[in-house]
């Protein structure tokens, strides 16, 4: 099974900060990488697709990049209803699909 | 407007069976593959299991492998997970979640039903 390291696992930061998160997988997954967005009590939310391909109605501050094993998301400018955890899932080789372990953002 | 709307969860003793079921509305629910994901309290999220549009493809986790049936009625717009043998670690909240079309990445979420297994 393919495993997906995501770090870090929580981080602080302040609104207008830019903030990367990474996610390595086991093995090469091409650009097969989904991120989300899961607010406390709340379903998770599609953000990016295919490594870097925004969904539909999604803020532009956000963005996804990599390919083979390394990933970056990226919010460019962290607005206060971005604190949230985020997870990476990849879907190259699957079963499994496999998250990442998430990594919680919070406020400084 | 897409919807999709989970059901079934409740306390179940370790052993015991539930079925889940999530009724889809709002799009041509036969052109999409389907999925069952889970969070444990305070963990992170965890595929269960996919169902394809045609139903002809079915996976499992391993954790649940042998327990966990995924079905869909098309005539009901709806999936189903039928849990057996059910054991504490089942214990999470369980989505459902649309494929986006033509892909893998869930693009529809219900907002879940809880799950717990104790006795």
């Known amino acids: 099974d393919i495993q997906m390291t995501q770090s870090p696992s929580s981080l602080s930061a302040s609104v207008g900060d830019r903030v990367t998160i990474t996610c390595q997988a086991s093995?090469?997954?091409?650009?097969?990488l989904n991120w989300y967005q899961q607010k406390p009590g709340k379903a998770p939310k599609l953000l990016i697709y295919?490594?870097?391909i925004l969904e539909t109605g999604v803020p532009s501050r956000f963005s996804g990049s990599g390919f083979g094993t390394d990933f970056t998301f990226t919010i460019s400018s962290l607005q206060p209803e971005d604190f949230a955890t985020y997870y990476c899932?990849?879907?190259?080789?699957?079963?499994?699909?496999?998250f990442g372990g998430g990594t919680k953002v919070e406020i400084k | 407007e897409v919807q999709l709307e989970e059901s079934g969860g409740g306390l179940v003793q370790p052993g015991g069976s539930l079925r889940l079921s999530c009724a889809a509305s709002?799009?041509?629910?036969?052109?999409?593959?389907m999925n069952w994901v889970r969070q444990a309290p305070g963990k992170g999220l965890e595929w269960v299991s996919y169902?394809?549009?045609?139903?002809?493809?079915?996976y499992y986790a391993d954790s649940v492998k042998g327990r966990f049936t995924i079905s869909r009625d098309l005539a009901e717009n709806s999936v189903f997970l039928q849990m057996n043998s059910l054991r504490d670690e089942d214990t999470a909240v369980y989505y459902c979640?649309?494929?986006?079309?033509?892909?893998?990445?869930?693009?529809?979420w219900g907002q879940g039903t809880v799950v717990t297994v104790s006795s």
């Open positions: 093995q090469n997954i091409r650009n097969c």
């Open positions: 709002g799009f041509t629910f036969s052109s999409y593959s």
């Open positions: 979640a649309r494929d986006r079309y033509g892909g893998y990445g869930y693009d529809y």
């Open positions: 295919d490594a870097s």
């Open positions: 169902i394809s549009s045609g139903s002809n493809t079915k």
């Open positions: 899932q990849q879907y190259d080789n699957f079963p499994p699909l496999t």
